[in-house]
């Protein structure tokens, strides 16, 4: 995996991170901050779904650190290449079922992260 690979896969798992907070511990301060397009009564009502949409986001970041701890280069490129993977999928259906700025956020940089693991 190149260099240039690592820092996209890295800023991914970091904006995921960031997405893990937001959804399930700030989602009522910061939510309706970020999600202006959202009435602000459905925050406290919509809490619980978005911690479990926070977590989930979680668990594609973990999934995406942990390739930076493994050792064996097919491996590693695969595990990142999975969750890389997941990631562009859930940003299409996002898109398609709640905003389209989903797929720039999310789709646009998995894929070009998916691109250059494979080119590496």
Request: net charge positive; glycine share 2%; no cysteine.
């Given at each position: 995996m190149t260099l240039a690979a690592q820092i996209?896969?890295?800023i991914i798992a970091l904006l995921h991170i960031?997405?893990?907070?937001?959804?399930?511990f700030a989602w009522e301060s910061r939510g309706p901050k970020v999600f202006r397009g959202f009435?602000?009564?459905l925050f406290p009502k919509t809490k619980g779904m978005a911690a479990n949409q926070g977590l989930y986001n979680g668990f594609l970041a973990a999934g995406l650190i942990w390739s930076?701890?493994?050792?064996d280069?097919?491996?590693?490129?695969?595990?990142?290449l999975f969750f890389l993977g997941c990631i562009a999928v859930a940003g299409i259906f996002g898109a398609l079922?709640?905003?389209?700025?989903?797929?720039v956020?999310?789709?646009v940089p998995a894929t070009i992260a998916i691109i250059l693991t494979l080119l590496a």
């Open positions: 996209v896969i890295g960031y997405i893990l907070w937001l959804e399930m009435p602000k009564e930076f701890f493994i050792k280069d097919i491996w590693r490129d695969n595990v990142a079922t709640a905003s389209k700025k989903i797929l956020v999310q789709t």
